[in-house]
């Protein structure tokens, strides 16, 4: 079975950092892309970047809201991808999800994890 | 233009036939796939590429797309169909991705 489990979350204070992980298991970690995608309380989803895999050197690329304060890496040989959070704002709070990327879909989804911006 | 539109609400009677719809300038070159979000559940994919449902979900759910936009049916619409809907393609410059503003499905 395909597993996607974040952790990391909590609350933190605007321009603090966080670093979200994911542990994946069930699959061939090292083949997929990895997607972060965001969901603000009662709001729609936000797609916030990706890294692909090796054979596209792990090539990231970012929504434009947090493009130059997030940053995505992996370890293939701990099968985890991360989202490394800087200069974070209140419009950053939201239940973050780690997604396996597939050929331009995004499964299976998991639980997410509730980053909070806050003074 | 990046954004993928939707309306925001639909109703239809049990056992109906409802479409979602989702426009955006990206769905000229990118088909649409389709995510379905209930309270308290993970989010699951119903529809990706022209029109392919992964194992698990059913067949009155499929989907199509059209010059710049793209379409989620629903037919025989059933109780556990009640959901929210969202669309999602690559953007025009095929790097990134954009979500559509999801639609709030109502069964009647």
């Known amino acids: 079975e395909v597993q996607l489990v974040e952790s990391g979350g909590g609350l933190v204070q605007p321009g603090g950092s966080l670093k979200l992980s994911c542990a994946a298991s069930?699959?061939?970690?090292?083949?997929?892309?990895m997607h972060w995608v965001r969901q603000a309380s009662g709001k729609g989803l936000e797609w916030v970047g990706r890294?692909?895999?090796?054979?596209?050197?792990?090539?990231?690329a970012y929504a434009a809201s947090v493009k130059g304060r997030f940053a995505i890496s992996r370890d293939d040989s701990k099968n985890t991808a991360f989202l490394q959070m800087n200069s974070l704002k209140t419009e950053d709070t939201a239940v973050y999800y780690c997604?396996?990327?597939?050929?331009?879909?995004?499964?299976?989804w998991g639980q997410g994890i509730l980053v909070t911006v806050s003074s | 233009s990046s954004e993928l539109t939707q309306d925001p609400a639909v109703s239809v009677a049990l056992g109906q036939t409802v479409r979602i719809t989702c426009q955006g300038d990206?769905?000229?070159?990118?088909?649409a796939s389709w995510y379905q979000q209930k309270p308290g559940q993970a989010t699951i994919l119903v529809i990706y590429?022209?029109?392919n449902r992964p194992s698990g979900i059913p067949d009155r759910f499929s989907g199509s797309r059209s010059r710049n936009s793209a379409s989620l049916t629903i037919t025989g619409a059933q109780a556990e169909d009640e959901a929210d809907y969202y669309c999602?393609?690559?953007?025009?410059?095929?790097?990134?991705?954009?979500f559509g503003t999801g639609t709030r499905v109502t069964v009647l």
């Open positions: 890294i692909r895999s090796i054979p596209d050197n792990y090539a990231t």
């Open positions: 997604i396996r990327g597939s050929g331009g879909w995004f499964d299976p």
């Open positions: 999602n393609s690559r953007d025009s410059s095929g790097n990134l991705f954009v």
């Open positions: 069930g699959f061939t970690f090292s083949g997929f892309s």
């Open positions: 590429g022209k029109n």
């Open positions: 990206s769905l000229r070159s990118n088909y």
